[in-house]
């Protein structure tokens, strides 16, 4: 791609979630009521094309170094300055039994429990 000035620029995009050592950066983000915001902020940066064959597969799990700097506005900014597969990280559904939200699709249907034939009651 090209920058503002017509130069070209070359690089890779990265999109992460602080996680934490055991995953406590989201656990601390599960909020049951609806009145209440939820989720995690993603973040987002642009590393050297060196970078890439570093991130194997995405989603994934990767340990991130780091470092304080300067953003352009002035105010401090985390730069990713190297990563480390650590393992594959798989999205599944998970019913938990007694869980309801209004509006929901019930448990009983999800394609979850129809395929184990455990229905959650």
Known sequence: MKDDSGNKVTGCSVHYLF???NGEALASEAEFD???PVG??????SLDPMFRNKIVVAPGLYEGTFEMVT???GKPVNR?????FISHVEIK??????FYVQGMIQPETAPEARESGKAAK
């Open 34 to 36: 609806p009145t209440k």
């Open 40 to 45: 995690v902020q993603r973040a987002k940066c």
């Open 19 to 21: 996680w934490g050592e």
């Open 71 to 73: 953003g352009s506005d």
């Open 80 to 84: 990713l300055r190297d990563v480390a």
């Open 93 to 98: 559904q998970k019913v938990l039994p007694g």
